[in-house]
C-alpha cells in the first residue's frame, strides 16, 4: 500500500491507524533518509499504542524500550551498528521475538538478522509536491534468506 501525507500531522496520523493492527510479535523495518519522518510515524505508532511518554530516535542508545501501552513497544535505531554482533549483546531476540511490537530504523544493516516475515515501511520525500510531502509504503517483506531487505 502507498499512503500520502502532506504534514507532519498526517504522517503521526497515519503511524496512529498503523498501530491499530499491530499484534504482539509484529515486527517492522522502518526506512528512510534522514530527515523524511521516521520519528514522527514512529510517534504515531506509539500514540496508537496507548504510550503517553515522549518517543524520540534511540540513535545514540540503540533500543529505546516504552512498557505503558497495550503492549510493550521495542524502539530500535540501528544507524550506528558497524557489526551485527553487536545487536547479540543488546540481546536483540528477546525483543525481536518477545510480546510487544518491534521498530527497526535502518533495518537494512541488520537484514540478516530480520526475522523471516515483517513489515517494512519506507518513507520518500517528493520537494516537488512540497516541503510537507511524503510518500510512505508499507509492504510485507520476507525472504528464505532471513528476511534481506
Known sequence: MVYETYSAKETEQLG????QQLQPGSICALNGDLG?????FTQGVAKGLGI???VCSPTF????VYEEGRMPFYHFD???????EEMEEIGYE??????????VEW??????????HYQKIT???DLEKGFDYRRITVETAGSICGGAL
Open 16 to 19: 496512529i491507524a498503523f498501530a
Open 36 to 40: 523524511t519522518g521516521k520519528t514522527v
Open 52 to 54: 503517553t511518554e515522549p
Open 61 to 64: 542508545t540503540i533500543l529505546q
Open 78 to 84: 540501528v544507524y550506528r551498528i558497524a557489526d551485527p
Open 94 to 103: 528477546e525483543y525481536f521475538y518477545g510480546d510487544g511490537f518491534t521498530m
Open 107 to 116: 533495518a537494512e544493516r541488520i537484514a540478516d538478522l530480520m526475522p523471516f
Open 123 to 125: 518513507i520518500c520525500k
